[in-house]
């Protein structure tokens, strides 16, 4: 299956909860977009899907406890420098894949947040507005920020991210008014 059909049948099955695989919605259309070299996926069934970027962690889709069991299994040859997911996914993954003999450092525990209005932050003047091409430096550094505290062991991201507004993602800046 080329990444054009797999994004065919994994998307809309990963869209009936979008908040929930918004991360691995976003990361399939935009390989798709950009034809990354090495970018590797795999089908267990419509969303019960994994894909990973070059240099990144594996990502799970809407995998139940068996597929993740089936897919530890069938990565036990591969080199790969972790793995995320929604709920209890990585979880069963890794503890397969440890009885097998993996090794992975310690988990990093995030939440989905789900913004119902437009982000005010309290006591800062200004509003929100989208990214431009004048932000690409700004936005850089605060790209390089987050993964140093939120993903250390994912690859920087690069100027290149920065300038096309990190990878056709909605990105706001506060102005001050």
């Not at 994004?7 to 259309?29: G, M, T, V």
């Not at 793995?83 to 209890?88: I, S």
Request: proline fraction near 9%.
């Amino acid at each position: 299956m080329d990444l054009r059909e797999f994004a065919n049948a994994h998307i809309p099955a990963l869209e009936i909860d979008e908040i929930r695989f918004n991360l691995q919605i976003a990361a399939i259309a935009s390989a798709v977009k950009e034809k990354p070299e090495g970018f590797r996926h795999w089908t267990l069934g419509a969303g019960h899907c994994a894909f990973q970027w070059p240099g990144r962690a594996i990502v799970l889709g809407n995998l139940d406890l068996a597929e993740c069991r089936e897919f530890a299994h069938g990565m036990a040859q591969i080199d790969y420098p972790g793995v995320v997911g929604a709920d209890q996914t990585p979880r069963w993954f890794v503890e397969h894949a440890t009885a097998m003999g993996a090794e992975f450092e310690d988990p990093i525990p995030q939440r989905i947040h789900v913004l119902a209005a437009p982000p005010r932050y309290p006591g800062v003047r200004g509003s929100p507005r989208i990214v431009g091409a004048a932000d690409a430096p700004l936005l850089l550094e605060w790209l390089m920020a987050f993964q140093q505290e939120a993903v250390p062991h994912d690859p920087p991201p690069e100027q290149q991210t920065a300038e096309r507004g990190g990878h056709q993602r909605t990105f706001s800046i506060l102005d001050d008014q």
